[in-house]
């Protein structure tokens, strides 16, 4: 059993809130996130060296997972692996966009930054998704960067999140940071790392959804989803030059990688021979390990003398009849939605009525074709006790709470030879009555630090 992690005080209360204080005064006046504040923490999670060991080997293994998966689906729609799964991905997919993912100039091309959420739970680590086009990266910097002041043992360094995100570009391309109307959340956090990046030369440029005017061998950053393509007038452009080899895209114009549902692949013991040869029993066991019991809700007709496995159903409807204590059940859109980030479209079935959970079954069969759902299973994360500065009140206050951690994995090099650097990590700590945790204005946002040897 992992013992959970802490972020307690070690300095008088004197100390914590002069820290605290002095985290507040060096927030952007522009903000980090659009119109969203968090709590500030008065120092950082403290992980074990053993979790941040584990951590470490988490980006190899999902790297290959990544490569994995791109080589499955590519398998799968030349006929060489079931059909089944590239029609799976291609769910609700507008033709043009799947013609792009499956052009072979991007069939090698995989995501420059691998970010999962990760919950600390009594068995270890559980990856609930993998986010490809994540939030949070310039936040984190700037947190790594704040708390490093006062905290020397932050995960990454001061400036582990700055240099990870520089090293996935080519060394002397100038970089532009492209924003959707739907993203535009994020753009302070990254407006403050582009200008410490920009500190070693004007390379990042912040840009909005109706840029097109990159040169060539200049370096694009998609920081919009590929569902949101009708809000960006421009995105034909960009695809064309990148499949030309005129300029560098990353994340490249690839839905499979903002799927949910590929956990949902490791699940299935139709997959069994593929993973153990393409991971490796090793890291086929962690990632197995590591991952919560994942299914794609196929409404089609299961035959007569099947089950779903583990649920022991044999038809998707019975979800409705389990009981509240049978439902610690996550139903959630796998991707290609504007509802499928920042906890929309997510339903935890032991939180919900009969009659609410059987709305969200039915709405996850009915929209199979357009919006595919997976169902997982829920573990729940421990709980830690953190403090936080109200600066209204200018004083410390404790809180009970539980983590969601997010490592940031920057993927440089390329083909063989690329290899992952974390960078840093965001802890997110939600009051505990809180069962889906997630950014919000009463949760605590701290940075990672290593603890002392054990």
């Known amino acids: 059993m992992q013992s959970p992690p802490s972020s307690l005080p070690v300095a008088t209360s004197s100390d914590c809130r002069r820290?605290?204080?002095?985290?507040?005064?060096?927030?952007?006046?522009?903000?980090?996130?659009?119109?969203?504040?968090?709590?500030?923490g008065c120092r950082p999670l403290t992980l074990s060296p053993k979790t941040v060991r584990e951590l470490e080997m988490m980006g190899?293994?999902?790297?290959?997972?990544?490569?994995?998966?791109?080589?499955?689906?590519?398998?799968?729609?030349?006929?060489?692996?079931?059909?089944?799964i590239s029609d799976w991905l291609d769910c609700g997919k507008p033709s043009e966009l799947i013609e792009i993912q499956r052009n072979k100039a991007f069939r090698k091309d995989l995501p420059r930054v691998i970010r999962p959420d990760l919950l600390l739970t009594d068995n270890g680590f559980r990856i609930t998704e993998l986010?490809?086009?994540?939030?949070?990266?310039?936040?984190?910097?700037?947190?790594?960067?704040?708390?490093?002041?006062?905290?020397?043992?932050?995960?990454?360094?001061?400036?582990g999140m700055i240099e990870g995100f520089r090293g996935i570009f080519n060394a002397k391309s100038k970089v532009h940071i492209q924003f959707s109307v739907e993203s535009e959340t994020y753009r302070p956090e990254m407006a403050w790392l582009a200008k410490r990046l920009n500190e070693e030369g004007d390379r990042f440029v912040i840009q909005n959804e109706t840029f097109e005017d990159f040169q060539e061998q200049e370096s694009v950053y998609r920081f919009f989803e590929l569902f949101d393509l009708k809000n960006v007038p421009g995105h034909r452009k960009l695809f064309q030059a990148a499949a030309s080899k005129h300029i560098q895209l990353?994340?490249?114009?690839k839905p499979l990688f903002e799927e949910k549902m590929l956990l949902a692949f490791l699940c299935n013991r139709h997959l069994d021979g593929f993973w153990h040869r393409e991971l490796g029993d090793g890291f086929y066991k962690r990632i197995k390990e590591w991952c919560p019991y994942t299914w794609v809700v196929d409404p089609s007709e299961i035959p007569p003398h099947a089950a779903i496995p583990?649920?022991?159903?044999?038809?998707?409807n019975q979800l409705k009849s389990l009981s509240q204590k049978?439902?610690?059940?996550?139903?959630?859109?796998?991707?290609?939605?504007?509802?499928?980030?920042g906890a929309r479209g997510l339903y935890l079935g032991s939180d919900l009525s009969s009659t609410e959970w059987s709305l969200a079954v039915d709405e996850a069969l009915t929209s199979f074709n357009k919006n595919p759902f997976v169902l997982q299973e829920y573990h729940t994360p421990n709980r830690i006790e953190t403090t936080w500065f109200d600066a209204?009140?200018?004083?410390?206050?404790?809180?009970?709470?539980?983590?969601?951690?997010?490592?940031?994995?920057?993927?440089?090099?390329?083909?063989?030879?690329?290899?992952?650097?974390?960078?840093?990590?965001?802890?997110?700590?939600?009051?505990?009555?809180?069962?889906?945790?997630?950014?919000?204005?009463?949760?605590?946002?701290?940075?990672?630090?290593?603890?002392?040897?054990?």
């Open 19 to 40: 820290i605290a204080e002095e985290i507040e005064k060096a927030f952007p006046d522009e903000g980090l996130f659009a119109g969203h504040r968090w709590r500030i």
């Open 326 to 341: 049978q439902r610690r059940l996550i139903l959630k859109i796998s991707g290609f939605s504007e509802r499928a980030w």
């Open 131 to 159: 986010d490809s086009v994540p939030g949070g990266i310039g936040l984190t910097a700037w947190l790594n960067d704040t708390y490093s002041k006062f905290f020397p043992e932050i995960l990454g360094g001061k400036k």
């Open 60 to 84: 190899r293994v999902l790297l290959k997972f990544n490569q994995a998966v791109n080589r499955l689906y590519y398998q799968s729609a030349s006929g060489k692996q079931p059909a089944w």
């Open 310 to 316: 583990r649920l022991e159903l044999t038809d998707w």
């Open 250 to 253: 990353t994340p490249p114009p």
């Open 392 to 454: 209204e009140q200018g004083t410390i206050e404790a809180m009970q709470g539980r983590v969601r951690l997010c490592p940031y994995y920057f993927v440089h090099g390329e083909g063989d030879q690329a290899k992952t650097k974390l960078g840093g990590a965001l802890a997110t700590i939600c009051p505990e009555d809180k069962k889906i945790i997630h950014g919000m204005k009463d949760a605590v946002m701290v940075p990672c630090s290593i603890g002392p040897q054990e």
